[in-house]
């Protein structure tokens, strides 16, 4: 499985999966000694005790740091540390927006950390101060440096990476076998009304007379990681008939009247063998319908194919269960044995409004289906050193 380009370490840990997977990571082939007579089990229970949305892992060898959105970070972003991907250590702040030089000064979203060449690279949402129409959705993506994983983080120019002409977040960076870096990122619903059978059918039960929708696009990314190569192409955009697999599920938030809104975002892309795989999240980010399904391709620019068996995360609530709000994923990766998880924000009873952390098992079986083992709030079991790192 190729699919980053970050020289690492794997290490022995069980089910949920140590070895994060960098969507922009080059796989090592080293593996550390597996002692199996040092290991032993322990047991944990989702949801994490981390209050994050869009969670992102990165594996630095020995520790693991988690980003997110929120975590207590003022106008940027914070960071948490562990040793076993269960027992999770505030650290800092780690980068800080809204300053006097900022290009950025609101809204801090989605951070996804990768360490290329010694050096981290923090790629993330916010709102761009230069608006000269006053616009009430200005969101960007930036990109900051750092020489270590808790920062601090300084922006690598002053400005966004770039400017497609409408806001956009959630940005997941790929690299290919061929050592071509991608870009992916979801333009907002903000000002995008668009017509589908979905949109008339709200309109005649008097819901809503427009629909508007984000769209997810991929772009060529510049190997320093400071422009975008070529024009990016649109890959995913919810269902435009009533009839397609995938538009009930997709347009829960305006079948249940929450929201005149449709959503494709944070996606985030990966390979297997010659097939890549794009997971994407639908619905209302603070509703319960926010679900995630996954399309596939033979290029990392499309054309992407939606599952039929979408969606593969989602509340279950309906049935006995107490989790709502999955969605917002990345993906772990343990080739030492053959395991990959999901690590998704979601919500229960008890953490109310507040989006928490989850990870459960996944799996892409023979025939290429990508199945999600959760969401699970039940023990789960992991496997430990004696010593109590992974």
Not at 131 to 137: A, K, L, R, S, V
Request: hydrophobic share 30%.
């Amino acid at each position: 499985m190729k699919h980053g380009i970050f020289n690492k370490i794997f290490i022995l840990i069980g089910l949920i999966g140590a070895t994060s997977f960098y969507s922009c990571k080059k796989q090592a082939k080293k593996h550390k000694e597996n002692k199996m007579a040092s290991i032993d089990t322990i047991t944990y229970k989702n949801p994490l005790n981390v209050k994050f949305g869009d969670p992102y892992i990165l594996d630095d060898g020995d520790t693991f740091y988690l980003y997110g959105t929120g975590g207590g970070a003022v106008d940027g972003f914070s960071v948490y540390a562990s040793k076993n991907l269960i027992d999770w250590k505030y650290e800092n702040q780690i980068y800080q927006g809204n300053k006097a030089d900022s290009w950025c000064i609101s809204d801090f979203w989605a951070p996804e950390c990768y360490k290329v060449n010694g050096k981290y690279y923090l790629f993330y949402s916010a709102n761009w101060r230069h608006n000269p129409t006053n616009e009430q959705e200005n969101f960007h993506i930036g990109v900051a440096v750092s020489d270590k994983p808790t920062g601090p983080f300084t922006d690598l120019k002053d400005g966004p990476l770039f400017e497609p002409g409408y806001p956009v977040i959630d940005a997941n960076v790929f690299q290919d076998s061929d050592g071509k870096y991608y870009l992916y990122y979801s333009r907002v619903c903000y000002k995008h009304p668009v017509e589908s059978e979905i949109q008339e059918w709200a309109k005649k039960e008097n819901l809503f007379e427009e629909i508007e929708e984000s769209w997810v696009y991929g772009v060529e990314l510049s190997p320093d990681f400071m422009s975008v190569i070529g024009t990016p192409k649109l890959l995913l955009r919810p269902p435009v008939k009533l009839g397609d697999v995938n538009a009930e599920w997709e347009s829960r938030s305006v079948t249940s009247k929450e929201i005149n809104r449709r959503w494709t975002e944070g996606s985030f892309t990966f390979k297997k063998d010659s097939t890549y795989y794009i997971m994407y999240s639908a619905n209302y980010y603070a509703g319960e319908n926010y679900a995630v399904g996954y399309a596939t391709s033979t290029s990392p620019l499309g054309p992407f194919i939606k599952s039929s068996n979408n969606p593969v995360l989602e509340k279950n609530s309906d049935k006995g269960g107490d989790v709502t709000g999955t969605g917002h994923n990345s993906v772990l990766f343990l080739d030492s044995i053959g395991k990959m998880y999901c690590v998704y924000h979601g919500r229960t009873t008890e953490t109310g409004e507040k989006r928490v952390v989850f990870i459960d098992e996944m799996e892409i079986l023979p025939d290429g289906t990508l199945k999600v083992l959760g969401p699970t709030t039940e023990p789960q079991n992991l496997l430990i050193t004696k010593e109590g790192q992974l």
